[in-house]
């Protein structure tokens, strides 16, 4: 970028905190209503700070993109930057914002799934809106699940910690604890996938007992396999009536799953293996004369145990170092498939992989680290991931409706640094807080 391009781009973006908060205002009016209804779990007698200010602040940790919590306290400890996230948040000033001991603290009672409720009401507003409907597909919703890493190490934070051993009844065994997320997020737009859904895998007794001689492959299926289950039942609590295409990987690609989804009337394109149901396969190779559309090849109505699925494959081919390669894929789906769908059925399929690239990758190496131990407490950890997942959603939109729809291009890792720059700059009544929004200021 030139110089001339880097003045145009600054006075197309005055200030980014400004822009970010009018986004949040229009997208998520009562994110911090919503923030101050959640149920306070301490004694009262001793509180100095409301539940907004304290997820306020972690909110705002979550849009500078702060890694620590040792971070925040020393980012937002500046006279200005506190008085302008007050504002922000729309309560009376004080003379410090909540320390990282006191978020922490509180952080450690706060039931997690009071946080959780907080971000699906963000989007079921955002999808009442009707200003994703052209990212659905055939008038459906596609939500992809994939678990991740939340942490990995050689210390053992808390007894919610999964275990992974190497060189195992030897001499040089060692162990690697983790923890583990199930998510489910639903796409919005390309580049635009938020969570709506989290489960946390979390070890017990009966796990561990069970799990003692299992490889880790199966280990691994059987967590989440398992975790799948809560989760399901997590999104089709919230989202009753939401009409959903589920996208998966071959890990999925299992009756239990597809039985979940039939059940709750969702649709599914999940990703298959030869080997995930050898059945399947075997009825689909018997089948001599399969329909074909392009780069696709499809059969509709396969049996499996009495019950229809439908198979699709489909390959590409790239030139590599002067030489073509081709790529298969294949998935199991509920949709039937026709000639006319059959491709664009594959690229829909292929959208699995936003839940890697907008999704885990994003938070783990550009907006901040969603791998980064902010506390060994089990529960703080969770409302931790949680309020990235919140920031996020809000840092997405303000990417999606003003960056892009501006043309304003950023490097993703200098979007966060920016806005954390703009906290301390001096702003006016009339740029931070709108008058249409004042409704939702919690009293004082």
């Known amino acids: 970028m030139s110089r001339e391009q880097e003045r145009i781009r600054r006075k197309l973006e005055s200030n980014p905190v400004v822009e970010c908060n009018k986004v949040r205002n229009r997208y998520c009016p009562n994110l911090f209503c919503d923030f101050a209804d959640t149920k306070d779990p301490r004694n009262q007698s001793y509180t100095e700070y409301s539940n907004d200010k304290l997820l306020g602040t972690m909110f705002y940790k979550g849009i500078a993109g702060i890694e620590s919590m040792r971070s925040m306290t020393y980012e937002f400890n500046q006279e200005r930057v506190v008085g302008n996230l007050y504002r922000f948040m729309g309560r009376e000033e004080k003379e410090y914002l909540p320390h990282a001991v006191t978020v922490n603290e509180y952080f450690e009672k706060l039931d997690h799934e009071e946080l959780q409720k907080v971000q699906q009401k963000q989007v079921y507003e955002l999808i009442r809106s009707k200003a994703f409907y052209d990212a659905r597909f055939q008038k459906k919703w596609l939500v992809?699940?994939?678990?991740?890493?939340?942490?990995?190490?050689?210390?053992?934070?808390?007894?919610?910690?999964?275990?992974?051993?190497?060189?195992?009844?030897?001499?040089?065994?060692?162990?690697n604890y983790h923890c583990d997320v199930l998510e489910a997020k639903i796409v919005l737009g390309e580049s635009l996938i938020v969570s709506i859904a989290s489960e946390f895998i979390e070890n017990n007794g009966e796990d561990a007992e069970r799990q003692k001689n299992m490889s880790e492959e199966k280990r691994k299926q059987d967590c989440e396999t398992k975790a799948f289950q809560r989760l399901a039942e997590k999104v089709k609590k919230a989202f009753p009536r939401l009409p959903v295409i589920l996208l998966a990987d071959?890990?999925?690609?299992?009756?239990?799953?597809?039985?979940i989804c039939r059940d709750n009337k969702w649709g599914f394109i999940i990703r298959y293996k030869t080997g995930s149901i050898p059945s399947i396969t075997e009825e689909y190779e018997k089948i001599p004369e399969k329909e074909t559309s392009g780069h696709a090849e499809f059969i509709n109505g396969i049996d499996h145990n009495g019950k229809q699925v439908n198979?699709?494959?489909?390959?590409?081919?790239?030139?590599?170092?002067?030489?073509?390669?081709?790529?298969?894929?294949?998935?199991?789906?509920?949709?039937?498939?026709?000639?006319?769908?059959?491709?664009?059925?594959?690229?829909?399929?292929?959208?699995?992989?936003?839940?890697?690239?907008?999704?885990?990758?994003?938070?783990?190496?550009?907006?901040?680290?969603?791998?980064?131990?902010?506390?060994?407490?089990?529960?703080?950890?969770?409302?931790?991931?949680?309020?990235?997942?919140?920031?996020?959603?809000?840092?997405?939109?303000?990417?999606?409706?003003?960056?892009?729809?501006?043309?304003?291009?950023?490097?993703?890792?200098?979007?966060?640094?920016?806005?954390?720059?703009?906290?301390?700059?001096?702003?006016?009544?009339?740029?931070?807080?709108?008058?249409?929004?004042?409704?939702?200021?919690p009293p004082n």
């Open 144 to 175: 992809i699940v994939d678990g991740t890493q939340t942490y990995s190490g050689k210390r053992k934070l808390n007894d919610g910690c999964l275990e992974r051993h190497f060189n195992k009844d030897t001499e040089d065994e060692t162990v």
């Open 250 to 259: 071959s890990l999925y690609a299992s009756e239990p799953v597809m039985d």
């Open 311 to 441: 198979m699709l494959r489909f390959w590409e081919e790239k030139i590599v170092k002067g030489e073509a390669v081709r790529t298969d894929f294949q998935w199991l789906t509920s949709v039937r498939i026709t000639e006319k769908n059959a491709e664009k059925l594959a690229g829909t399929g292929r959208k699995r992989w936003k839940i890697e690239n907008e999704g885990f990758n994003r938070q783990k190496n550009w907006q901040g680290d969603i791998t980064h131990a902010c506390s060994w407490d089990a529960t703080a950890m969770k409302n931790h991931y949680l309020m990235i997942q919140i920031s996020d959603m809000v840092k997405q939109l303000y990417e999606w409706f003003f960056l892009k729809a501006r043309e304003i291009k950023k490097k993703q890792k200098n979007i966060s640094s920016e806005l954390l720059a703009s906290f301390g700059r001096q702003l006016t009544e009339r740029e931070d807080i709108f008058g249409e929004d004042r409704h939702c200021i």
